[in-house]
């Protein structure tokens, strides 16, 4: 892999009492974090389009490094809900790939997060998606792209979405962001791509996309790390 240089061969090996993120090995040799088994396993993933069935008003074409499951799920949930920051360098890094896939050919590109809110900031000692934009943004710009981090919005309390339904997703999305004054503007020619780790129904996503389009920052595409898969009942 990959079309920005070798994700793993700059990544330092480490050995870390706190086990592989990916499966939960211990005693491992690990690569930032993970083992070389979920090295392998994160390294085989390839963007590819992911689009929630039904897809929401607004939503950008968007692409996801792979489905919600693996080591990929569990290096998310390690870096997000149990505190091991030190993944947003190689989750950056992969994310830096999926956006080089949604964004197209080489060129002027201004990346755009989808903001915590403060409470799940505090929560994480800090935006966790912001965190990943950084090594992301580094990673292309390493690899030549001219890119910017712009940062419009701003999250507002909001109800968990785990306990909603997709009607109610989409509800509490709608109303869960506002633009910073001045609203921070884009320049002529720039494809301006959002970010997210995860998409699920495409709500969130699809706010934030209606709410740049107002502001006449019209996103190209979205970028996330993992879609999740739809069940059916039987």
Known sequence: MRDLGGLWSDLTDLVLPAGCAGCGAGAV????????????????????????DPAPPGLPPCVALGPYGGALREGLLAYKERGRHGLARPLGALLAEVVAVAAGPPGPVALVAVPDTAAAARARYGDHLDRLVRPAAARLRAAGWPVR??????????????????????????????????????????????????????????????????AGMTPKAAAVLAATQKRHRR
């Open 29 to 52: 040799r690990l690569r930032q974090g993970f083992c070389p088994g979920c090295v392998r396993e994160l390294e085989s993933l390839r963007p590819a389009p992911a689009r929630p």
């Open 149 to 214: 981090v712009l940062r419009p919005l701003r999250a507002l309390p909001r109800p968990d979405s785990v306990a909603l339904d997709s009607a109610g997703r989409a509800a509490a999305a709608g109303e869960a962001f506002r633009l910073r004054r001045p609203p921070t503007g884009h320049r002529p020619g720039e494809r301006v791509v959002l970010l997210d780790d995860i998409v699920t129904t495409g709500a969130t996503l699809a706010a934030v996309s209606r709410m740049l389009h107002r």
